[in-house]
């Protein structure tokens, strides 16, 4: 069975720095799909980024971006220029390609709790 | 843009009560999930419908049951409520050609 690591219950970062969220995955499949998601006090589950196991290129969407890497199982999420508004939880989730009928749910990791100081 | 509804967004029963939650997803999504979160917990997926059919089944108690209707709304109906089912229940969709599952606001269930 797939599962997801999160191995930093909290992270601490300051305002405008960088900040790194560790995650890795343990998978058989070769095709599969990853993300983030934020999770602010409010408990709203937001899409952060995405990336596709066969695409080699790193997914970047603004201020966030990940270092996959495959071999590993290995996916990070980096936070650069960080705001207060980033302070959330941080879940990485896992999910497999559409395979017959399954239409491929989440698993998550733990979580991470991540604070940002002004 | 349109995004994913739930209702009711707090619910508190007693226990041995039943509860009913309802999804209406993203229009033109096809699949719909359901997910429970505990306290300090990650979600944990319960059950999946694709276009109307029931399509994966995770951790989902017995005593609870769902279902998705003509007009892809879902429900999701829980009895015999427990206090250990007090927790946040979220729907998502997604589209079958897209990656992503984009979730509702959740409904929070707390059975006292």
């Known amino acids: 069975a797939q599962t997801v690591t999160q191995s930093q219950p909290e992270m601490s970062v300051q305002e405008a720095e960088t900040v790194t969220l560790s995650c890795t995955y343990d998978?058989?499949?070769?095709?599969?799909?990853l993300f983030w998601y934020k999770q602010p006090p409010s408990r709203q589950m937001i899409l952060v980024i995405r990336?596709?196991?066969?695409?080699?290129q790193n997914a970047t969407e603004n201020r966030f971006s990940v270092n996959f890497q495959k071999a590993a199982k290995s996916f990070s999420l980096k936070i650069s220029d960080s705001q207060l508004g980033d302070a959330a939880m941080y879940f990485c989730?896992?999910?497999?390609?559409?395979?017959?009928?399954?239409?491929?749910?989440?698993?998550f990791g733990k979580g991470t709790k991540l604070s940002v100081k002004p | 843009a349109a995004g994913v509804i739930q209702s009711p967004r707090h619910l508190i029963k007693e226990k041995r009560e039943t509860a009913t939650l309802k999804c209406y997803p993203i229009?033109?999504?096809?699949?719909v999930y359901w997910y429970q979160q505990g306290p300090g917990q990650d979600p944990q997926f319960l059950i999946s419908?694709?276009?109307?059919?029931?399509?994966d089944k995770g951790s989902i108690p017995d005593r609870f049951s769902a279902q998705q209707f003509s007009d892809y709304h879902s429900e999701l109906n829980m009895s015999s409520l427990e206090l250990g089912d007090s927790a946040l229940y979220f729907c998502?969709?997604?589209?079958?050609?897209?990656?992503?599952?984009?979730f509702g606001q959740g409904t929070r269930l707390t059975v006292v």
């Open positions: 998502a969709s997604r589209s079958r050609d897209r990656n992503e599952a984009f």
């Open positions: 989730a896992y999910r497999d390609m559409n395979y017959g009928g399954s239409q491929g749910n989440l698993i």
């Open positions: 229009p033109r999504h096809d699949t």
């Open positions: 419908f694709y276009e109307k059919m029931q399509s």
């Open positions: 990336q596709e196991a066969y695409k080699q």
């Open positions: 998978t058989s499949e070769s095709d599969y799909y």
